[in-house]
């Protein structure tokens, strides 16, 4: 599989502060990222599909305006989320496509908005 | 849309017990069911992937099996560790969308083994 690097791998911010996570690729280019969200003891939810070179497509229900996704090189989506608030806490993870349609998944990152 | 059920939601077995965890999936143009392994605060990991035009793939101690008729596939770990004790995602996922693949995962099974 790919080589995925994520991070920070866990951050505590305060309320309207806005966080970026960064996704990195550190062997493959790839044109298409995606972040999930992982609530506890919960399933993978997909956030959206991070596009190089293009507006990222969101799933229904996820706020473009909060979760902003920059996708400005091959090997680097980032998931910035604005003015954040307690019900953000969650564990957002990134996934990266490899060569043979396989995907790896970054090592999370546990956001806690106090 | 695909819509994946896994069971059971929870699972304890003991060491060197087998363990087995069922998925089933609606859409039947799905073609690719990996599986995954997920570790307290980590990201999922794949474990192993089984393609529709197989039924059966083994690595280890681990094998899936794939029933295309009935829309199920299975996880099956023999000899279980303790270090097997984890959270496992069964996902299931259609043709590319876009090029990329974009599966919907199950719910997850919390897997422990007692020592």
């Known amino acids: 599989g790919a080589v995925v690097s994520q991070h920070p791998s866990w951050v505590i911010c305060k309320s309207g502060t806005s966080v970026k996570i960064e996704c990195r690729s550190l062997d493959f280019q790839a044109t298409t990222m995606f972040w999930y969200r992982q609530f506890p003891k919960q399933s993978l939810m997909l956030m959206a599909t991070s596009n190089e070179g293009s507006k990222a497509t969101y799933e229904q229900g996820v706020e473009k305006d909060k979760f902003l996704i920059n996708h400005a090189s091959l090997t680097l989506s980032t998931l910035t989320v604005t003015s954040a608030h307690p019900e953000d806490s969650s564990f957002y993870i990134c996934?990266?496509?490899?060569?043979?349609?396989?995907?790896?998944f970054g090592s999370g990152t546990r956001l806690t908005v106090v | 849309g695909e819509n994946v059920e896994q069971h059971p939601s929870t699972l304890s077995v003991q060491e060197g017990d087998s363990a087995v965890i069922k998925c089933t999936y609606s859409d039947s143009a799905s073609n690719y069911f990996p599986w995954y392994k997920q570790e307290l605060g980590k990201g999922p990991q794949l474990i192993i992937d089984?393609?529709?035009?197989?039924g059966e793939k083994k690595d280890q101690r681990i094998a899936v099996t794939l029933n295309k008729t009935a829309k199920h596939f299975s996880l099956h770990i023999t000899e279980t560790q303790p270090e097997d004790s984890a959270v496992y995602f069964c996902a299931a996922s259609p043709g590319p969308r876009g090029g990329s693949y974009i599966p919907t995962f199950g719910r997850g099974t919390s897997l422990i083994v007692h020592p």
């Open positions: 996934r990266v496509p490899d060569r043979s349609y396989g995907y790896t």
């Open positions: 089984i393609r529709s035009n197989v």
